[in-house]
Nanobody, 123 residues
């Protein structure tokens, strides 16, 4: 079992920044790939970014590439999502997720999920 707890969401104006955190605990958390997804009501959960604990290799969706940065702190077992140049269309509930093995970009490839944190970007 892997437990995930997100924090850092909130309300920000367009062009602003937020940093989300995902604290991981439980068995072999460091052998997992960690992903960030987001979801708006009525839409499917959308891939945002992912990172491997082992070598910090990353993947990003085209919609956030160049604006968002995913990173991890091994000592704290925490993954971060730094979000810059935020746009109103980034408004969503953001979820942290974990899976054994390599990075995937499809939400149903991930077994463990956090509770989600709301990000709202005003225009």
């Amino acid at each position: 079992q892997v437990q995930l707890v997100e924090s850092g969401g909130g309300l920000v104006q367009a062009g602003g920044s937020l940093r989300l955190s995902c604290a991981a605990s439980g068995r072999a958390a460091s052998r997992h790939a960690m992903g960030w997804f987001r979801q708006v009501p009525g839409m499917e959960r959308e891939f945002v970014a992912a990172i491997m604990w082992s070598d910090a290799s990353t993947a990003y969706s085209d919609s956030v590439k160049g604006r968002f940065t995913i990173s991890r702190d091994n000592a704290k077992n925490t993954v971060y999502l730094q979000m810059n140049s935020l746009k109103p269309e980034d408004t969503a509930v953001y979820y942290c997720a974990a899976r054994q093995g390599i990075v995937r970009t499809t939400w149903n490839d991930y077994m463990y999920w956090g509770q989600g944190t709301q990000v709202t970007v005003s225009s």
